[in-house]
Every structure is written in C-alpha cells, then in structure tokens.
C-alpha cells in the first residue's frame, strides 16, 4: 500500500529543511520544480526524487506560453535504472517577447517490484498527413502508471494527445500538424510508459469539456477518495484538425495528492475539447 501524498517544493539555496517538505518515511512524494520566468526560447528542468525512493510518474507544463510555446519533451526516467528523474523541455514555435516558464513534477513512493519504463520507436510524420502516434505497451502482467511523450518538431507538430489506451497498458502519444506551417519530413513523435503490476486500486479516471471556443482551458481528473494520482493524460479534440490548440502539459495539482491538473491553449474562434486524465491508486 501506498501512504499519504506529500508535496515537495524545492527550497532556495541555503535554506533550511523544514518538517513540511521532508518525505515520509513511507509515503509518497511530489517533487516540484521550475525554470526562471524568461523569454528564452527554449527551457528544460528536471524533478528528481529523494533518497529512498523511485520515480512512480509526474508530469510538466507551460505557463505564459499563450498557445506559442511547445512542449518538446515530457520524460519520466527509468526507475529500474535508478534513474528517478522526470524530464521537460518546452521551445518556442514562433518567436516569442512574452516571459514564460517551465514546470516538472515528479511523483515518487517507496521501491515497487517490476516498476519499468517502456519507450516506443519513433512513429515519422510524413509530410503530406497531418498526425501521426507512438504506442509504448507495458509487459505482460503490467499496467501504466504514468506516461510522457516526445516530439522532435514542436513547431511544425506538436503533442496532440498523451494518453493511456488498451485498457490502461499502453500509452498512445501522438502529434498534430499545425497547418499554417509548411510541412517537412522531420517532426516524429515517441511515447513513454512508467509499467508496474498493478498496484491495489489501480484506476484510470478521466474527465473533459464540451466543444467551445474558449481559448484557455484547464481540466482537473480528480481520483476516487482513498487513491492517489501518480500519472497524468490529456487529449485534444479539434474538429477542424488544424492544429491550432497546442497543449501546455500536465502535472499533480497544488494541494491535494488526487488531482492530475491539464491546460492546453490556443487561438480561439473554433471549437475544440480537451480532455484531463488521472492514474489512481490507493492510498
């Protein structure tokens, strides 16, 4: 069993340790960190978890981005490699003035037996479609705990959907060209699954808006009392399929140990949903 979710917010150089931020001895953590508020045009941070324990998921986002600022990477590391690190990058598709910033979490508990990572081949966007998806499926026997997705041309196609399939042992992740960029053979996508056998009250809930123009929108997948969330998803769905919504991440919400928060953005003027998901389990 998994105890109570603990955030942990890293502390400024030279501070001290407080009884707040310290891991349980048994719990489960969350690591959170961000990059400066900048306009550089492309940033990378990384959440790395504590002494003791091993990545179980996590995730990252944008913020100020304005739908101009893509997500390059979502990368939980290999927890059978001792590498309990959860990687993200972000990068300007159009030149952007504006001050943004880069935000990963890291979800991590005590040592699981058969915790791995599963990366998927690269799965090319030819230049004439406009989407293409990567499966990572789990070993036999295994189900995802988290996911996290690759995209190597943002700009031209970013991440579009990263999201549990196969009744919850598989991640799909997939890009979406944006047609007012002129199309090229270099964007691919990868997907990413943390596989485990599953944990008691392993659950994948998910959640979503209608159809609306609105060009903000934040979606919280919230897990059932007594779980935890340790993964998270979204989904994009633009009837268009134009490509002009690009999605700024997902990561545990502040505050509570149930909630994986899912922010995507975009222009405005057209419909589109979007969709928030969170892996469960107990706590």
């Given at each position: 069993m998994v105890a109570g979710l603990q955030v942990v917010v890293p502390r400024p150089a030279g501070a001290a340790p407080s009884a707040s931020s310290a891991p349980g001895a048994a719990g489960v953590v969350i690591v959170r960190v961000e990059s400066g508020l900048d306009s550089g045009w492309f940033?990378?941070?990384?959440?790395?978890?504590?002494?003791?324990?091993?990545?179980?998921?996590?995730?990252?986002?944008?913020?100020g981005g304005s739908g101009?600022?893509?997500?390059?990477?979502?990368?939980?590391?290999?927890?059978?490699a001792g590498d309990h690190v959860f990687r993200v990058a972000a990068i300007e598709g159009l030149p952007f003035a504006p001050r943004w910033r880069l935000h990963a979490a890291a979800v991590c508990g005590p040592p699981l037996a058969g915790i791995e990572r599963v990366v998927s081949p690269a799965s090319v966007l030819p230049a004439s479609a406009v989407g293409t998806g990567a499966h990572a499926v789990c070993p036999a026997g295994k189900v995802v705990l988290s996911t996290g997705g690759l995209a190597t041309s943002p700009a031209e196609a970013p991440l579009h959907w990263?999201?549990?399939?196969?009744?919850?042992?598989?991640?799909?992740?997939?890009?979406?060209?944006?047609?007012?960029?002129?199309?090229?053979?270099?964007?691919?996508?990868?997907?990413?699954?943390?596989?485990?056998?599953a944990p008691p009250g392993h659950e994948i809930v998910a959640t979503g808006t209608q159809p609306t123009p609105q060009g903000l929108k934040v979606v919280n997948a919230w897990c059932p009392a007594g779980k935890v969330a340790?993964?998270?998803?979204?989904?994009?769905?633009?009837?268009?399929?134009?490509?002009?919504?690009?999605?700024?991440?997902f990561v545990p919400e502040d505050g509570t140990d149930r909630s994986f928060r899912t922010e995507a953005e975009g222009p405005g003027g057209e419909d589109w949903a979007l969709g928030s998901w969170a892996i469960c389990i107990a706590a």
């Open positions: 940033k990378a941070v990384e959440a790395s978890c504590p002494a003791g324990t091993v990545l179980y998921g996590g995730g990252g986002r944008i913020s101009l600022v893509d997500l390059l990477q979502l990368l939980p590391g290999d927890p059978a990263i999201r549990p399939m196969g009744n919850g042992t598989e991640v799909f992740a997939v890009v979406h060209r944006d047609d007012r960029v002129v199309p090229t053979t270099l964007a691919s996508v990868g997907a990413v699954a943390i596989c485990a056998p340790v993964g998270g998803a979204l989904t994009m769905f633009d009837p268009g399929g134009r490509g002009h919504h690009h999605f700024a991440g």
